[in-house]
């Protein structure tokens, strides 16, 4: 229970009023304290009201008002004064309770920048292969990994597309679905150690190429990237028709 309910469920106003020198009537009034009262126009019961001025609330508004204090002193001074115990915990439990629900946010839109980063990776070394992997004459076997390539593409590019502008409830379901082939990809790319993936991070990385930068990771970038991307590739599809 913290200081306001422990307050509240211990003192009444009229208590709390005997108690700090006024005089309380046969009828249950005393002196109203907020307005020039002569004859005691404020009724002091569980709440306090005042008849001559509207005054009105709980006990810890009056004495918040009367000392000019805020609410959470004026309940901290009548624990004091009445000898009242509350749990200062539970406000620290509530903390508690914010701060993992942030973290927890915070890991999910980790997982969700990593998801799309792998497979952002590995959509730029598919593009890559498809025309390094190409198959020269009419007849030649097509080499795995521009069979790959042709396979998975549009598939990924799809991904992409939602991670980006899709809703909440779409991002997350391939966050969840794709999750764990992530880390397998991400181990798999890093092995072909791009090189060069024609997109501007590997640019702003200078001579020292993507090795010395850690590749994309923690790119906030990547997706304003991405969607000027797929932008410009929208104009260049139209200028084809
Ligand atoms: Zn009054």
Same mark, same amino acid.
């Given at each position: 229970m913290?200081? /306001? ?11 709390a009023? *005997?108690? #700090?020198?006024?005089?309380v009537?046969?009828t249950?009034?005393?002196i109203?304290? /907020?307005? !020039? ?10 709440r /306090?009201h005042? /008849? ?8 810890? %508004?009056?004495?918040?008002?009367? =000392?000019?204090?805020s609410?959470? *002193?004026?309940a901290? @001074? ?6 009242i115990? #509350? ?7 509530? $903390?508690k309770?914010?701060?993992q ?8 839109a980790?997982?969700?920048?990593r998801?799309?980063?792998? $497979?952002?990776? =590995? =959509?730029?070394? $598919?593009?890559?292969?498809k025309?390094? =992997?190409?198959?020269?004459?009419e007849?030649? !076997? ?5 069979a790959e ?8 590019e ?22 764990k ?10 092995e072909?150690?791009?090189?060069d ?7 702003s990385?200078g ?12 790119k906030? %970038? ?6 000027r @991307?797929?932008? !410009?590739?929208? $104009?260049? %599809?139209?200028?084809a028709?």
């Open positions: 913290n200081v /306001f309910e422990a307050v509240k469920q211990s003192v009444t106003t009229r208590q009023a *005997e108690f #700090y020198g006024f005089r009537d046969r249950g009034k005393i109203c304290p /907020f307005h !020039n009262d002569r004859n005691p126009s404020m009724k002091v019961d569980n /306090f005042c /008849f001559g001025c509207g005054a009105d609330g709980d006990v810890i %508004d009056l004495v918040s008002k009367l =000392y000019g204090i609410s959470l *002193e004026g901290k @001074k009548l624990a004091l004064d009445f000898g115990s #509350y749990d200062s915990k539970s406000v620290v439990r509530k $903390l309770t914010i701060k629900q942030k973290s927890d946010a915070q890991k999910y980790e997982a969700e920048s998801v799309f980063r792998v $497979l952002s990776d =590995y =959509y730029h070394l $598919l593009k890559r292969w025309v390094q =992997y190409a198959p020269s004459i007849n030649e !076997n097509w080499h795995p990994r521009f390539a042709l396979q998975k593409i549009s598939h990924i799809y991904l992409l597309d939602v991670l980006v502008f899709g809703d909440a409830e779409e991002k997350a379901l391939i966050v969840m679905e794709y999750g082939e992530i880390a397998v990809l991400e181990q798999r790319i890093s072909f150690n791009i090189s993936t024609g997109s501007s991070h590997a640019d990385c001579d020292a190429g993507v090795q010395e930068c850690g590749g994309s990771q923690g906030p %970038d990547f997706e304003r990237e991405w969607q @991307k797929k932008h !410009n590739q929208e $104009l260049s %599809d139209r200028i028709v």
